[in-house]
């Protein structure tokens, strides 16, 4: 079986703060996919990135960047300068060989002017 | 282009009745899957359908269906509602088979159950 935890239900920053959300999971597949997405008070779930389990090289993208650590079982993501546009459900997320996706709790992100 | 687009938006229902959603996935996406969003259970994986085929299907009783027609729409169907069936159902939409690809989700059907 597989899990996806994401210990932090809500954090709540100031703007201009930086702030990391953690994801743990567990997984018996030695090829697997994580993702991070976004999910704004509109509904959708917004893809933000796709990490396969064999590239340990961290992404940097803007003010978002992530860390990938095998050794840990961890793909945490980093918001750097939050803006309160950055404020929504993020969701870390872990596709297996059998093409089960499966999400973890969601972190709540508030960031406040 | 248009993306993924979930009908109706909201849905009010009593309990025994049945509710069919609608999903209308990318131009060119043949793959859509389902996921059901409660505040208790938080986002769980339904089915997914490729080229008019379910191939993966999560653990959900067998009043959840689907299926998927040929121009890639597809429809989830509830059948004998119950009122922890309350829920945003979203549906998300992707190029090749299952999640190991960028998948584009809808808005979501949120489906209220009295």
């Known amino acids: 079986a597989q899990k996806v935890t994401q210990a932090q239900t809500e954090i709540s920053v100031v703007e201009k703060e930086d702030v990391t959300l953690d994801c743990v999971y567990e997984?018996?597949?030695?090829?697997?996919?994580l993702f991070w997405y976004k999910q704004p008070p509109s509904g959708e779930l917004v893809f933000l990135i796709r990490?396969?389990?064999?590239?340990?090289q961290n992404e940097i993208s803007g003010r978002y960047s992530w860390n990938f650590q095998k050794s840990t079982s961890s793909f945490n993501f980093t918001i750097t300068a939050s803006q309160v546009v950055d404020s929504a459900v993020y969701f870390c997320?872990?596709?297996?060989?059998?093409?089960?996706?499966?999400f973890g709790g969601g972190t709540r992100l508030m960031v406040k002017p | 282009k248009a993306g993924v687009t979930q009908t109706p938006r909201y849905l009010i229902k009593t309990r025994g009745q049945q509710v069919t959603l609608s999903c209308s996935p990318i131009?060119?996406?043949?793959?859509v899957s389902w996921y059901q969003q409660t505040p208790g259970q938080g986002l769980q994986f339904l089915f997914e359908?490729?080229?008019?085929?379910?191939?993966n299907k999560g653990n959900f009783p067998g009043r959840f269906s689907g299926r998927q027609f040929s121009n890639s729409r597809s429809e989830m169907n509830v059948s004998t509602l119950e009122l922890g069936d309350s829920a945003l159902y979203l549906c998300?939409?992707?190029?090749?088979?299952?999640?190991?690809?960028?998948?584009?989700f809808g808005q979501g059907t949120r489906l209220t159950v009295v």
């Open positions: 998300a939409s992707s190029l090749g088979l299952a999640m190991n690809t960028e998948a584009f």
């Open positions: 997984t018996r597949d030695t090829t697997y996919y």
């Open positions: 990490r396969n389990s064999f590239d340990e």
């Open positions: 997320a872990l596709v297996n060989a059998g093409n089960m996706l499966t």
């Open positions: 131009s060119g996406h043949r793959s």
């Open positions: 359908y490729f080229s008019e085929t379910q191939r």
